[in-house]
């Protein structure tokens, strides 16, 4: 399984920021992609999540209308607007996917059913 996640950087506040996931093509065509985030000193905690039929999502409370989640089925990427950020979205952020599952509309949002992480990448948000 291959997930690599890209895009971080420093930002200020309100700004936006795209996070990009590229995996490889059979995990993006069975699994659900999801993005975690952990700052520092604080547990991992889910961010957003699309099923791989790419009609189901899930956001986190402290992001909805703020970030939106995504698919491109021709570059086998998932990605991640944030916009309107704030210093409390500051930490590295992980894309995951659980095991491949036969139903599309499936999605998780529990860290505990991913079992395979990209290698994360920072944001940092000024204020």
């Known amino acids: 399984v291959q997930l690599q996640a890209s895009g971080g950087g420093l930002a200020q506040a309100g700004a936006s920021l795209r996070l990009s996931c590229l995996a490889d093509?059979?995990?993006?065509?069975?699994?659900?992609i999801g993005w975690f985030r952990q700052a520092p000193g604080k547990e991992r905690e889910f961010v957003a999540t699309?099923?791989?039929?790419?009609?189901?999502?899930g956001y986190a409370e402290s992001v909805k209308n703020r970030f939106t989640i995504s698919r491109d089925s021709a570059k086998y990427t998932v990605y991640l607007q944030m916009d309107r950020l704030s210093p409390e979205d500051t930490a590295i952020y992980y894309c995951?996917?659980?095991?491949?599952?036969?139903?599309?509309?499936?999605?998780?949002?529990?860290?505990?059913?991913?079992?395979?992480w990209g290698q994360g990448t920072l944001v940092t948000v000024s204020s």
């Open positions: 995951a996917a659980p095991e491949p599952v036969s139903d599309s509309s499936v999605y998780y949002t529990r860290a505990a059913d991913y079992h395979y």
């Open positions: 093509g059979h995990t993006f065509h069975t699994s659900a």
């Open positions: 699309v099923s791989w039929g790419g009609y189901n999502y």
